[in-house]
């Protein structure tokens, strides 16, 4: 069975330019999740969604970040612009109902420069 | 406001030994969820286990176990007679039951030396 896939798995841009990252998550689960992984911040939830609709984002930075889920089996996270602090890893997870396991991606490594 | 402590920043033991990482938790829900993560060189996140607050069982699994703990708000992983493969960042993560968020602590990077 195939597990989240996200895309790309690394990009590197330059400050100010937009950037997206796409996530497909587990079919048939119903929740959707945004982590970010810095050395200094730790792994951070960024937004997560259940049956496609943004329940919390309360940990998304700013309104240069954005996210989407247009449908069950596909979200996007955008950054516009981007910034040298935005630098990290990008996490896409999913769950099947609430409360049980989140199934990790393999990450986005984004490096701004 | 929810919070997860993992004390041991870096552990460092040799293959075979026996090996415990913490986790302490602070919530004000009666109703929670404990998790654990392996996280390998490789980088990706792998779930290892899920334990709600209504279940103080121990679990074993293999060479895993864990011992939860809620007088104590711990819920420690136990790795026994360790291996070069276990050598990975460990998280261990908390979700309150109105909220499926999942926070993590910093973890715990654990190497295992032959």
């Known amino acids: 069975d195939a597990g989240v896939i996200q895309s790309p798995r690394h990009e590197v841009t330059e400050m100010g330019q937009e950037v997206t990252l796409r996530c497909k998550p587990i079919s048939g689960h119903n929740s959707l999740f945004w982590y970010r992984q810095t050395m200094m911040r730790g792994l951070e939830l960024l937004i997560y969604?259940?049956?496609?609709?943004?329940?919390?984002d309360s940990g998304m930075p700013e309104d240069r970040f954005s996210a989407k889920m247009p449908n069950a089996s596909f979200s996007t996270l955008k950054i516009q612009p981007s910034e040298p602090r935005d630098s990290a890893v990008y996490f896409c997870?999913?769950?099947?109902?609430?409360?049980?396991?989140?199934?990790f991606g393999p990450g986005t490594r984004l490096t701004v420069t | 406001a929810q919070k997860v402590t993992q004390a041991q920043t870096e552990i460092s033991v040799v293959e075979k030994e026996d090996v415990t990482l913490d986790c302490v938790y602070e919530?004000?829900?009666?109703?929670?969820?404990l998790f654990w993560y392996k996280q390998p060189p490789s980088g990706e996140l792998v779930f290892l286990i899920r334990?709600?607050?209504?279940?103080?069982q121990n679990e074993i699994s293999g060479r895993y176990s864990w011992n939860f703990q809620k007088s104590t708000s711990s819920f420690n992983f136990t790795i026994t007679a360790s291996q070069v493969v276990d050598s990975a960042v460990y998280f261990c993560?908390?979700?309150?039951?109105?909220?499926?968020?999942?926070?993590f602590g910093k973890g715990t990077k654990l190497t295992v030396n032959p």
């Open positions: 919530t004000r829900d009666t109703t929670y969820y």
């Open positions: 997870a999913s769950s099947l109902r609430r409360k049980y396991e989140q199934y």
């Open positions: 334990r709600n607050s209504f279940d103080e």
């Open positions: 969604f259940n049956n496609n609709v943004p329940i919390d």
């Open positions: 993560a908390l979700s309150e039951g109105g909220s499926e968020k999942l926070v």
